[in-house]
Structure formats: C-alpha cells, structure tokens
C-alpha cells in the first residue's frame, strides 16, 4: 500500500487528534490514563507548543503523534490520530515507520538515547536524508553529495565545524553539539513537522539558548511546522504562536501562545504564568521569559487586554 503521509491536502491538518486517551501500564496490576480525551491540532507551517508540569501527558501525546509509544500489548490507544488526515490509531509499523521517515521529525530531550553510540555521527545523520532529496537537488545518490549534504545540515543546525564533528562518536561531543545533531538529522528528513520534546532541558542555560535559537530559525527557513513540548512557559512563550496546556493527561487550555499567557483562563495556566513570573527579571536574551513576555506582547499588542 502506498500512503502520501508527507502530501499537503487541501483543508486537512498535518496532525489532528480527537478524543485521543493512552493508557500505559505501570506495574503488573496497575495503568496510567497518561493522555484522556486530548483534542489537538497543528497546521502546516504552524508553531505549536504543548506545556504543563512534570507527568502532565506532555511526552506520551508528542510520541503518541510520532508512533513511539511503549511496545507492550497493555497500552491502549483509543480515538483518533491523524496525519495529512490518515487514521493512525492501529496502523501497521511500516506506516508509522514511513510517518518518522518523510513527516514528523523528532528531537528528544536526550540525544544520547537516540544517537547510536558506535557509529560515526556523519554517517547518522547521512542515514537520515532521503535519496529523493539529492536526486532533487541534482547532486544524484553518490557518496560525496551526501557528504555535502551532510556537512550542510550540521552547518545549518549550528555546528560550523561540520566535517570534524561529523568524524566524531556522539560522546565526544558536548551536550549543546549533540542536541544540534539530532536538529540535523530531524532536519535532514525535511520533514513537515519537527516534535521538539524538552529540546534543551539538559543543557545549561547558555547552550539551552543558542540551541533554540537554532531550531527557531532552521524552522522559519524550512517553513515546516514546529510542535514544541516544554515545561518551560519561557521557551513556549518565544518560539509559539499557538499553546495548548497539559494537566494531568488532559488539554485544560489552548489558544494564541501570547493571549493564553497573557490572559490565562485556567487556574493551572495562571499558576503556571506565576511562577515563571517570579523568576529573575535579570534575563536578557529572548528565550527568557521575561523578556519573551514582553517581547511577544509588544509585538502583538492585539492579543493583549
Ligand atoms: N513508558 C511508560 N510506561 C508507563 N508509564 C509511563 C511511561 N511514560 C510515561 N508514563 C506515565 O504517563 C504519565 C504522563 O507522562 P509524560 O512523560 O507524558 O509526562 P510529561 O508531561 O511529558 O512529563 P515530563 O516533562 O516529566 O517528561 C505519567 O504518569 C508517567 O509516569
């Protein structure tokens, strides 16, 4: 069978779920509902974020979207996940595997869980461009245009270094150049959708800003859609232009990322504004929430009350 998951279709989301509930087992006796009635909905070219605290549901929807939920035959997945508006919910691996390979792209939070240890990292992120993508750019299939290719991507995800670190094992490499691996190899699918989950949780602060600032702009110049997933209302706030919020498995508010943080309707949303708000206001750089906040509200002075 022959699907067209990565085809645009006139009216129809990139992602929609309806109603979509997960549940995961725990223990031999015990399940979580992780995800309970989730509606949500990403366009093409949209940025998209999904927040909420610690075990809110935020990962098992974002590998819900990417059909990377836990194996075992005790998880059930009830409702609807559509792509390019193709049913999901009990579709065959090969169409999944077809999903990750040609429309959503996924960077996690640990690049080292991803990133195979033994094999060179050019060689990995080769492994991820498409044949289709260097025959289009007329470079054909052979070794040193996908060795161009290859430096490109890493380039383009922000390691100007590119041939070095494509000679290298991912743990020579720091955590910061790691996670821009993983932005080359999801980028290097040109995949409609790049499902950032806590990109750059575990980078310190410094890194954790130029990495985004690197997804930020490697999307704009791509023109794909961004899901990104975060705890941190301060990176949502910067990179989004739509929110939904996560509590407890379920989607307790949505709209535009900067009306949603300016006037939060749920008591959970303001809770969660609040406590973001009573970080330092020492931060300069735009991915820090204060000046996210402000910069995001002066620009679109409309969304604000
Ligand atoms: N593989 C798994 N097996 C069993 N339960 C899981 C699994 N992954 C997540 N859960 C449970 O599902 C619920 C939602 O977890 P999830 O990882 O989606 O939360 P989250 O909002 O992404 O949190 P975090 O930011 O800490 O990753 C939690 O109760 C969690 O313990």
Known sequence: MTTAVNQPVAGTPLIELTGLNVVLPTGERSEVEAVKSVDLVVHDGERVGLVGESGSGKSV????????????????????????????????????????????????????TFLNPT???????????????????????????????????????????AEQVAASFPHELSGGMRQRVLIAIAIAKEPSLVLADEPTTA?????????????????????TSLMLISHDLAVVAGMTDRVYVM????????????????????????????????LTDQDTDLYSIPLALRQRFAEEPSHVA
Do not use: C
């Not at 193709?86 to 169409?95: D, N, S």
């Not at 602060?205 to 690197?214: F, G, M, N, S």
């Not at 949603?260 to 406590?275: F, I, K």
């Open 119 to 161: 094999m060179r990292v050019g060689r990995q992120v080769a492994e991820s461009i498409p044949d289709r993508r260097l025959v289009r750019s007329g470079a054909g299939g052979d070794r040193t245009a996908r060795d161009r290719a290859v430096f490109r991507f890493l380039r383009q995800a922000g390691l100007p270094d």
């Open 61 to 112: 929807t974002g590998r819900s979207i990417a059909g990377l939920l836990p194996t075992s035959p005790r998880v059930r997945v009830s409702g609807s996940i559509r792509i390019r508006g193709q049913e999901m919910v009990g579709a065959p691996a090969r169409t999944w595997n077809e999903v990750r390979r040609k429309t959503v792209g996924m960077i996690f939070q640990d690049p080292l």
């Open 203 to 223: 980078l310190d602060a410094t890194v954790q800003q130029h990495v985004l600032r690197t997804l930020d702009e490697t999307v704009a110049e791509l023109g």
């Open 247 to 278: 509590y407890a498995g379920r989607i307790v508010e949505e709209g535009p990322t900067a009306q949603v943080l300016a006037e939060p309707r749920h008591e959970y949303t303001q809770a969660l504004l609040r406590s973001v708000r009573s």
